[in-house]
């Protein structure tokens, strides 16, 4: 079993849909969670942290279910420049901090 | 701020070659990754640099794989020989240190994408 795990898409979505990516996670000493952004051909940039409280970004939602160790990313009033893969991370900082990626869900906002 | 730098952009080379890839982290970042990510998967570590000490070398294929980080700072990656499922993009990231918190937060470089034919 894949230690991150994310739906596989791709998700083609109108503008201003609103869409979700789970992520659910196998290592429950996993402590910090967190939402990557890759544009096509480019590298993976953060785009959010998740908490266990549930997190707001404008239009962006993250929330984290640790006893069920999993993981969401709600996107509402999808936007054409949102088009992208999202990468689920987790990171256990006993095992160094390495960066744990989820395989990506890959969205495409349609006009 | 300068980012992490990374070379070359492409390369292309034939099974059994070998090839080198080249990383400049971001200045006064201690820690240095190189990640593996092969089309339609997620980056996947290599190893882990601690200033010039590794950190984490467990899913580096050592039979033909190779990384050095002299002085603490660049840091070189080498494939040799090279293999058709080596096709991929190298990705280095850097970060100030190890542990929690901003600090931890991972900068990626524009990364080297390698087709071995």
């Known amino acids: 079993r894949k230690e991150v795990e994310q739906d596989p898409g791709p998700f083609n979505v109108p503008e201003g849909a609103t869409v979700a990516f789970n992520c659910t996670y196998s290592?429950?000493?996993?402590?910090?969670f967190f939402w990557y952004r890759q544009d096509c051909r480019k590298e993976p940039k953060l785009l959010m942290s998740?908490?266990?409280s549930g997190n707001e970004d404008g239009r962006f939602t993250a929330q984290l279910n640790r006893a069920s160790q999993y993981i969401s990313l709600l996107i509402r009033d999808s936007k054409l420049s949102d088009s992208a893969t999202y990468l689920c991370v987790v990171i256990n900082y006993n095992q160094g901090g390495k960066l744990i990626f989820g395989q990506g869900t890959e969205l495409s906002v349609k006009p | 701020e300068a980012g992490v730098a990374q070379s070359p952009r492409y390369k292309i080379i034939e099974k059994r070659q070998s090839v080198a890839f080249w990383c400049n982290p971001i200045s006064g970042h201690a820690t240095l990754y190189w990640y593996q990510q092969i089309l339609g998967q997620g980056p996947k570590l290599l190893i882990q640099f601690q200033n010039n000490g590794v950190v984490d070398d467990s899913q580096l294929p050592k039979d033909r794989f190779s990384a050095e980080r002299l002085k603490g700072v660049d840091s070189t990656l080498k494939i040799q020989p090279a293999k058709l499922e080596d096709s991929a993009v190298y990705l280095c990231a850097s970060s100030l240190d190890i542990g929690s918190g901003s600090s931890y937060e991972q900068y990626f470089g524009p990364g080297t994408r390698l087709t071995v034919t």
């Open positions: 290592n429950s000493a996993s402590q910090s």
């Open positions: 998740v908490y266990s």
